[in-house]
């Protein structure tokens, strides 16, 4: 059977597939750019996945139910299980990692975590978000930004806290796939130092300006429900909890992670306005 490893935040997950399902777990591996798990490290949270037939473990909670797609988590240790229906269509597959990767963000919102619609940059080993919902320009800002910077990932990343401050790392830009576009990886275990977070507009200038704390809570709210409900939505058993602990986790990081608007024209450098604040 094969073990991928997963590490998010501290917390460090294997995941398991039976045969009728390993190579969804192979391309999954691959996309998320996942190793292979060593015998001898125990893990925090466990992922098993099973084909359609398999049973459930009987003191499982359901989570989410799709007609391709089961999620049960064990209220004891919080290990999931999940049971997908192979598919040859690939947009139906990578819909299906889009909702498993959607509850391993549930998961670690458990435990501090904030998932969030934004593209992650880093500059001299630490990292930067800009968020924007879709169609401000969040993608293009991710695409323009020139070396030394370096950009991870442009529509998802994921926050979890450390002992001082707290880390972040990219996850996959899963319209990638569905648009046909090259098949490409996310180095999903790279996490850096969070820096500032920067909440896109479009601007006639390039400029920045830091955020009271009811407006950055407000707008790492919005960046926080779009990307932890994409795909699941009113499927997710327990929603009003997730939004609940949403909202304490944005208020613990706004404490310590800078937050700032950032104004971008399409031709400008914007990038030297956030340097400006750095």
Known sequence: ?????????????????????????????????????????????????????????????????????????????????????????PDIVTGQMCRVTGVIHHAMVGTGGLPLHAALVTLKGRAYLIAASGGTGKSTCHGRIPPPWEGLCDDEAQVNPRA????????????????????????????????????????????????????ACARLMRAANEAAFRGIGRHLADAATLRLRLLDNAAAMIRTVPTYRLGATLDGRFWEAMEGVL
């Not at 790392?169 to 969070?194: D, G, I, K, Y």
């Open 1 to 89: 059977m094969p073990v991928c490893r997963l590490m998010t935040g501290t917390t460090v997950w294997h995941l398991t597939a039976d045969p009728a399902v390993a190579g969804w777990l192979a391309l999954y591996a691959q996309r998320l750019e996942l190793s292979a798990a060593t015998p001898e490290e125990q893990p925090a949270r466990r992922l098993h996945l099973s084909g359609p037939i398999a049973r459930l473990p009987a003191e499982a909670v359901p989570l989410l139910h799709f007609s391709d797609l089961e999620i049960a988590v064990l209220p004891s240790g919080g290990d999931l299980y999940a049971r997908i229906t192979p598919s040859d269509d």
């Open 164 to 215: 001082e401050g707290f880390t972040v790392q990219p996850f996959p830009t899963w319209s990638v796939f569905w648009n046909r576009l090259p098949e490409r990886s996310w180095p999903v275990e790279r996490a850096l130092p969070l820096a500032a977070v920067f909440f896109l507009e479009q601007a006639e200038r390039d400029f920045t300006e830091m955020l009271t704390p009811a407006h």
